[in-house]
């Protein structure tokens, strides 16, 4: 853009066309020379992006005796490492475990979040600003924090060595999803709301008439990260799911199987593997949703 | 009964404590009713089985206990050095992603990946890489000449290796940036490109002032997480030592050398290893207080942010 103004006082002696023409020759060379070096880099940071799961799918069909030595490549394709792994552990148990620990967790928080998100963004009323301030601090707080006096509760009522713990709590909304929903929800212009009640609508109908159907993107959205949250979870399952292998999580099983077969890297890869291949899948099905999703999350609107 | 109804439709503040009403009960069963019995227990000597009247003994050892220096040092590494690397890198890749001409939705796919493998398998599979003998990345050190160290064993380096590992995995933020970058206004660029600015200058003078909400918002917020650091330190810890968590067996928080021992961790071993309730909740209470003051600010930022838009 500056190279085309040329200022008559410090116009230099060559005609200013030949000048200008010689410009927009250097600039489209400097433009493609940059093209190529951020694809460079871009490519390049994007190899290192993938190595550690290329590693780990070699590993995982070394045998036993080469993962432990330093070559890269396997000798041999021990595609029954996989099956070993179902053999020597729980792991569809722990799926299992880990499923229904997120599938409920999920349709709990979904159901008991929208109402109150949908309280702090559309009500006029004191200490709205309370709430919010209190939703905040419950998202902020380390669940270290309030763990103890909880945990003495689960375990009086027995429900420790299980996962209940971690699922009940999920029926009285979740920090943040309601943030995030909220979030979403205060960029519905009022005029909507205004509109429908003017037609007689109640909050009920209101929410689900008006509300749902346009906040169906960062119900989606919240619904996919608590559903990864609880999957990925290991304090808390690590806290109340227990010793015993068949009560174990994915990502609990995971840690106690690299302890049990401590030798063992390609197993430990294998199952790396299986635990992570779900997720993997899950987002090439849902990304859009995703990359919204975290979009939501950036402070915007 | 009609003049109950018409209240009802007129106290839209009646309304709203209806709607919430769940959740109330929720934030006071899992939230207040727990931080006043953390304070209350933080005054006794608790197992589980006998509690007793300690007075303010836990406190007191609060200052007696190495630990709790060694893991303010811990944490305190991580968040001057791993969250600010973090940050940064997430937002040079998001500023590379956001300049490329082709390709812009692979990329943005491939560096967002990492971030959803579970943290049990990403901690793991970078304990396995970072293996001094037979892990890639030392050979590919090796390719220039760099004799890698002993990543996960060696107290210097353990803390460096788990932030490559939040290097690895930091997608998330980079596709906030992302999305931030691209809502900075096209024409100002334009304009600053007039004024004579350079990318630095225009980077400086436009970009960071436009996008300096997100930016501080997830500052704060990784702040926030690195005081809870606790599922890669653990997971690295058990990996690396090669200990073996059979019930009941104590194993060596923080390994190596403490080196990883950050205060949840502390905090879980003595609370739910050692069963020291009473001290437990002491040091809830320290993380409590610290995690407010980083609250605050971020609430702070926060409210400047949504009176901006």
């Not at chain 1, 999957?231 to 292998?245: I, R």
């Not at chain 2, 002993?150 to 906030?176: H, M, R, Y």
Request: hydrophobic share 55%.
């Amino acid at each position: 853009m500056s190279a085309t103004i040329v200022d008559p006082g410090t116009a230099p002696p060559r005609p200013p066309a030949a000048h200008a023409r010689r410009d927009g020759v250097r600039a489209r060379r400097r433009r493609v020379l940059v093209w190529i070096a951020t694809h460079a880099l871009a490519v390049a940071l994007a190899l290192m992006f993938l190595a550690p799961v290329v590693f780990i799918g070699l590993t995982a069909l070394m045998t036993d005796q080469q993962a432990l030595t330093s070559d890269l490549w396997p000798h041999s394709w021990n595609w029954d490492n996989f099956a070993v792994v179902f053999e020597k552990s729980m792991l569809l148990r722990w799926a299992a475990n880990t499923l229904l620990y997120a599938v409920l967790g999920t349709v709990f928080t979904v159901v008991s979040s929208v109402p109150v998100a949908y309280a702090l963004a559309k009500f006029r009323f004191r200490g709205r600003r309370l709430a919010f301030l209190l939703v905040i601090t419950a998202m902020m707080l380390p669940p270290q924090v309030i763990a103890v006096p909880i945990y003495l509760v689960w375990a009086r009522l027995g429900l420790t060595d299980s996962l209940w713990p971690l699922i009940l709590p999920m029926l009285f909304g979740d920090a943040f999803s309601i943030f995030l929903l909220r979030q979403f929800l205060i960029t519905i212009p009022r005029d909507y709301t205004d509109a429908a009640k003017v037609d007689g609508c109640s909050d009920f109908t209101t929410l689900v008439r008006v509300i749902l159907p346009m906040a169906r993107p960062a119900i989606a959205a919240v619904a996919l990260f608590q559903f990864f949250y609880c999957w990925n979870d290991y304090y808390g399952p690590l806290l109340y799911a227990g010793v015993e292998q068949d009560h174990l999580t994915l990502s609990l099983g995971l840690a106690t199987f690299k302890a049990f077969h401590s030798v063992q890297w390609n197993l430990t890869m294998a199952a790396t593997l299986l635990v992570t291949a779900p997720v993997i899948i899950v987002f090439f099905f849902a990304q859009r949703v995703f990359i919204e999703g975290v979009t939501l999350t950036g402070v915007k609107g | 009964m009609a003049a109950l109804a018409d209240v009802w439709r007129r106290r839209e503040g009646l309304r709203a404590l209806v709607w919430l009403s769940p959740w109330i009960a929720g934030v006071s069963i899992f939230f207040v009713y727990p931080l006043l019995s953390t304070v209350y227990f933080s005054f006794h000597r608790y197992d589980m089985y006998t509690l007793e009247f300690a007075g303010l003994d836990n406190y007191r050892y609060l200052f007696e206990d190495p630990r709790v220096l060694t893991s303010a040092k811990n944490t305190l590494w991580l968040v001057l050095i791993m969250v600010p690397a973090t940050v940064l890198c997430s937002l040079a890749l998001a500023q590379l992603v956001v300049r490329l001409k082709a390709g812009v939705g692979l990329f943005r796919t491939i560096f967002y990946l990492p971030s959803l493998v579970p943290l049990a398998a990403g901690t793991i599979t970078f304990v396995f890489l970072m293996n001094p003998a037979t892990g890639p990345w030392n050979q590919f050190l090796a390719l220039f000449g760099v004799r890698g160290p002993d990543w996960f064993g060696d107290p210097a380096w353990s803390k460096p290796s788990l932030t490559l590992l939040s290097l690895w995995s930091c997608g998330q933020l980079v596709v906030i940036f992302m999305a931030a970058l691209l809502d900075v206004p096209r024409h100002l660029y334009e304009a600053a490109a007039i004024d004579g600015a350079g990318p630095w200058r225009q980077f400086r003078s436009v970009t960071l002032p436009a996008i300096a909400p997100v930016l501080m918002f997830s500052l704060v917020t990784n702040v926030i997480y690195a005081l809870q650091y606790f599922t890669q330190a653990m997971i690295a810890s058990r990996v690396a030592s090669g200990e073996t968590d059979s019930p009941g067996s104590s194993f060596s928080p923080g390994y190596p050398d403490e080196s990883l021992l950050t205060l949840p961790q502390w905090l879980f071993q003595v609370g739910f290893r050692d069963y020291s309730m009473g001290y437990a909740c002491v040091l809830a209470l320290l993380l409590f207080a610290t995690s407010m003051i980083f609250t605050l600010i971020l609430l702070r930022q926060f409210r400047r942010a949504e009176e901006a838009s």
